[in-house]
């Protein structure tokens, strides 16, 4: 939905609805992702994914529900 949204929030809203897909199905890095979305640094990447989506992209590409190890990456 784009009501009531600048065209430049929509586009960014798109490409990181985009981004969570690459983490989630693909399995991309946040590192792989940043750079196939044209972003230089991945630093900056996951400040945008962050604003837009609401948490880290660190997080995305865990699936609900998966089992966490102590360290925090799914195991």
């Known amino acids: 939905e784009h009501a009531g949204k600048s065209p430049l929030l ?15 199905k693909e399995r991309k890095s946040v590192k792989e992702v ?5 972003y230089r640094f991945p630093n900056d990447f996951s400040r945008a994914y962050k604003s ?3 948490r ?5 590409g865990r699936m609900p529900g998966s ?7 799914a195991g």
């Open 10 to 24: 929509y586009f960014r809203q798109l490409k990181m609805e985009a981004a969570r897909e690459m983490l989630r």
């Open 34 to 38: 940043a750079f196939s979305l044209g």
């Open 52 to 54: 837009v989506m609401g």
């Open 56 to 60: 880290s992209p660190h997080l995305a």
């Open 67 to 73: 089992r966490l190890c102590r360290d925090g990456y």
